[in-house]
């Protein structure tokens, strides 16, 4: 079992920046895929960004040149950086962890993050 542990989101204002940060422990695989995932009521959960082991990248296109999504191998951590972020950005933001060869993998808690004047 691996257990994720979100924390970082919140309320901020149009313009503004947020961090989320999701920590991954447990069983712990080698090579593997992190990402970030935002779902709005109702709808389908999104892909925001993934990043593998390896540090190759991934975004979605409506959060390209905003968002930067990183992470520290050594505390098994990934993190999204999320600027000039827009109200259609709202969302609960989902930490995904895989292993690269499986298709599905381990969901976090979800985090709000809420953008509004």
């Known amino acids: 079992q691996v257990q994720l542990v979100e924390s970082g989101g919140g309320l901020v204002q149009p313009g503004g920046s947020l961090r989320l940060s999701c920590a991954a422990s447990?069983?712990?695989?080698?090579?593997?895929?992190m990402g970030w995932y935002r779902q709005d009521p109702g709808k389908q959960r999104d892909l925001v960004a993934t990043?593998?082991?390896?540090?190759?990248?991934n975004y979605a296109d409506s959060v390209k040149g905003r968002f930067t999504i990183s992470r520290d191998n050594t505390k098994n951590t990934v993190y999204l950086q999320m600027n000039s972020l827009k109200p259609e950005d709202t969302a609960v933001y989902y930490c995904?962890?895989?292993?690269?060869?499986?298709?599905?993998?381990?969901w976090g808690q979800g985090t709000q993050v809420t953008v509004s004047s």
């Open positions: 995904n962890y895989r292993r690269a060869s499986d298709s599905v993998g381990y």
């Open positions: 447990g069983r712990i695989f080698s090579i593997t895929i």
């Open positions: 990043i593998t082991s390896g540090g190759t990248t």
